[in-house]
């Protein structure tokens, strides 16, 4: 039976792995999937390879710590919403999703995914479950909850969400994507998210009393 870390173990640990993180992406966006090797991130993170290949075994699987570090929620958990104001949930959490799609790199790492993941057979089977990143699951427990209160008929979560997001996406990243210079205010970037909204509390909202 592996004996349990002490508290000072547990946290090198986790700052080895903040460190690799920060390295990764770094170096990853710097210089692309293909071209960056684990030997390069550990000594680029300041730990040892050994240390490295602990904690991950593969690139597939350092790249895609990488990108749900990259989807991480800054400064603590997000709260979820609770149910009963449906357009106001969604707005708070399409909100969250915006400001996740806006941040610094993040439309270079969605590059090197779309580029790397072609040519790489470990990045074609690695399984990249963003449906782990806090917004994401967030949104799908607010509208299971949501529909479990009555207070939205919800059958299907999954495909909700993937129009909730599309909605949002459309305007607020993918024109980024293409288009380095496109930016929205966050009046027009809170537009967005609440015509989205309201086309969603349209279709899936349910009326008090009814």
Do not use: C
Not at 30 to 50: I, W
Not at 165 to 180: A, E, Y
Request: proline share 6%.
């Amino acid at each position: 039976m592996p004996r349990e870390l002490s508290t000072y173990h547990r946290g090198v640990a986790a700052a080895n792995r903040a460190a690799i993180l920060d390295a990764a992406m770094a170096l990853f966006l710097a210089s692309g999937y293909d071209r960056t090797s684990l030997a390069s991130v550990a000594e680029s993170a300041g730990v040892s390879k050994a240390t490295l290949f602990k904690q991950f075994p593969t690139k597939a699987e350092l790249f895609e710590a990488t990108v749900l570090a990259a989807g991480g929620t800054p400064g603590g958990e997000l709260v979820d919403p609770p149910p009963g104001d449906f357009h106001g949930g969604l707005v708070t959490l399409g909100l969250a999703y915006a400001e996740l799609l806006t941040r610094p790199g993040m439309e270079d790492l969605i590059r090197v995914v779309i580029a790397e993941a072609p040519r790489f057979p470990e990045l074609r089977e690695q399984t990249f479950d963003f449906g782990t990143l806090p917004v994401l699951a967030a949104l799908g427990r607010y509208l299971r909850a949501e529909h479990a209160a009555g207070t939205a008929d919800v059958d299907d979560p999954d495909a909700a969400s993937a129009q909730f997001l599309g909605m949002i996406s459309t305007v607020v990243f993918w024109p980024r994507l293409v288009h380095g210079n496109w930016s929205l205010s966050d009046e027009e970037t809170l537009r967005v998210v609440d015509d989205a909204a309201r086309t969603m509390a349209a279709r899936y909202g349910v009326a008090v009393g009814s």
